[in-house]
């Protein structure tokens, strides 16, 4: 029987726990046992650590016991994308070739979750090496979406996002090159932020594409997810690409009035075609804004349309040279070979799946001598236009308010056969990628067969504040964030 306190956010269960109402180890063993519990249903994890979190959390007793050191996330149970080093527990990337890998450090965003006093149930599941958008290309299980069982996640951080959506933890890290927080995000109902890029330590983060990669938070609420930034963010000399900037506070930041705020609609984004109900949400979601007191301007980014393209070079480009390093000697899988091309190409063959491949290949291709100039210096002329696109719009707004993505969950299958088809599921996501611009995602609307929708909000470089204003401004005149899902098939 699921504890009731599992369905709280974290900063209602953080007040029950200084209050001594429950102990860590009581909301940790509750937490385990709803997690084990449907996890044959939902399988959101690729490793479960309860005897690891159960140690935790009876070091977070203490601390609470003193009243010593005290955060908002002490004794609080969360979910760590299977990306992220932890020391001495298993870390996959959802692949084979990473089948057996312990890292021996933990990345910077895992240390300061445990500095604060966090307690880790496990890795979730995801897309192999994070490429894809329903965690369908994961090497060891298929993550469902907590709204409909026979629904995708959305991916490739679907495993932390079903773990937050059906109350398994509490918050969850995740990782977003090209809308694998925000996409997954929308599709399970619930927050999604990825940061301004250099806002967070990538230190520990097992890489895609390196100029493209952020890490962030998954959580109920928007004021769970200014405390998951107000824990994680901010410089590491571990990362040479990490801001040297001061981080403001955010749950301070995020009650702040929106009153007067520019919010701009980018026409490209409200394409004929566009699914009916998404648009109808994402357009209720504006209205509601209005009447809260913004101003509502609309922009134009002209150069979208060629996101998908740039992106669906940029990253696989990237992908071929951060994957060399998987060559059976350094890490993970070794097929033994007749001679050294042998085993490199029998290991290569054997430890990534097809998606993997695709990419490697596309990539490889990308960057070759002949093709560079036609393919990645192209892709990097129009990424700067892109930019310039968006640096003129937010001289006119604040904000930019689009959807997340372009349908709600879609059906296991539908769109594994069809790559293309998959890739367009990003088309609202990738250009903020590109761009390094935050981006958050937050529920604003449900379909008629009962599945979330999401409202994307843009903002200015590390202007993360002004997002997290602007969303727990709508969250507080709406009530989308409050439903549960089902765990039911249709
Ligand atoms: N779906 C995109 C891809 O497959 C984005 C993935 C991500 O953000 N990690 O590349």
Known sequence: MKNELLNKTIHEVSADLKSKKISSVELTKAAMDHLEEIEPKVQSFITITRDEALKQAAEADKRLAAGRDLTPLTGVPVAIKDLLCTKGIRTTCASRMLENFKPPYNATVVERLYAAGAISVGKTNMDEFAMGSSTETSYYKKTKNPWNLNCVPGGSSGGSAASVSSDQAFASLGSDTGGSIRQPAALCGIVGFKPTYGRVSRYGLIAFASSLDQIGPFSKDVEDCAIMMNTIAGHDPKDSTSADMPVPDYLGEMKKSIKGLRIGIPKEFFPEGLNREVSVAVKDAIAKLQSLGVEIVEVSLPTSPYALAVYYVLAPSEASSNLARYDGVRYGLREPGENIVEMYSKTRAAGFGPEVKRRIMLGTYALSSGYYDA????????????????????????????????????????????????????????????????????????????????????????????????????????????????????
């Open 375 to 490: 393919y990645y210096l192209k892709a990097l002329k129009v990424r700067r236009l892109i930019k310039q696109d968006y640096d003129k719009a937010f001289e006119k707004v604040d904000v930019i308010a689009t959807p997340t993505a372009p349908n709600p969950a879609f059906r296991f299958g539908e769109k594994t056969g069809d790559p293309l088809s998959m890739y367009l599921e990003d088309v609202f996501t990738v250009s903020i990628n590109i761009t390094g611009l935050p981006g958050l995602s937050i529920p604003c609307g449900m379909s008629k067969s009962g599945l979330p929708i999401g409202l994307q909000l843009i903002g200015k470089a590390f202007d993360e504040a002004t997002l997290l204003r602007t969303a727990y401004a709508y969250e507080q005149a709406t009530t989308w964030h409050k439903q549960k899902p089902g765990l039911k098939e249709d």
